[in-house]
């Protein structure tokens, strides 16, 4: 069994959490396995007890071990949606981030596309049909309609055999409707528009053509605002900075 080396830093957790995961790594320990206990992890590493129960802590909430009481600290089996959902919390704040991942989820709905529109069965186009009438209804009542827009978006793929792509679209969905307050709001023009590609889009999917549907799923990406709202400067002006993507 390899052993942890002291820490030559600043004792902070996210240093002991760093090592605990190389531990881990380095030993190939199994879900189930068992960690040294606290007093044996400060003692190699040269640390006192808090920064190890503090990065015992963060690894918890990232679940990659769990803690039983009286028993001790074991490597738990991580699952994709503690990893995205993780990761899709580390992006609320940082507005460049999110609109890079708005590029990176239209990138895989247009290659996953043809083999959507091969698995397009008549009850996902029913569902469909009901999401666009549904955006067109709140639309016209003047309320928001990103919920029934992110849902047709998934049905779209939901036949593709990919449950991870899946699970990544509801990252977006999640990102998309937390992350709205870092953007100047869309024009009326530009909503109006973007309903009109969604039903454009519809009828290519009616027809079953790959190629109308790609043109057409490419103009339902309304174009981010080309100026993210950023927190306040030091002297009160507004801090602006060119985001060029969509969404």
Known sequence: MKKLKPLNTTYRYRAVQDALRQYIIENRLQPG?????????????????NPIREAIKGLEA??????????????????????????????????????????????LELSYAREAVKQLT??????????????????????DYHLPDLALHRLLFQNVG???????????????LNTRHMFDAESAMMKADDIQAHKDLL?????????????RLKRTYTPLPALMVAPQSRNGDRVEASINGKV
Request: glycine share 4%; charged share 30%; proline share 2%.
């Open 33 to 49: 396995d068992r960690l040294p206990s606290e007093n044996e992890l400060a003692a190699q590493l040269n640390v006192s007890r």
């Open 62 to 107: 990232l679940g990659l071990v769990e803690v039983r009481v009286g028993l001790g600290v074991f490597v738990r089996a991580a699952s994709i949606d503690d990893i995205l959902t993780n990761f899709a919390y580390s992006l609320l704040f940082d507005g460049r981030s999110v609109a890079e991942l708005y590029e990176i989820r239209q990138r």
């Open 122 to 143: 008549d009850e996902t186009l029913a569902e469909i049909e009901q999401q666009v009438a549904e955006m067109e209804r709140l639309h016209r009542e003047g309320q």
């Open 162 to 176: 990919n449950a991870t792509l899946l699970k990544l679209f509801d990252i977006f969905a999640t990102l998309y």
């Open 203 to 215: 009828e290519a999917l009616r027809q079953r053509d790959p190629d109308l549907v790609i043109e």
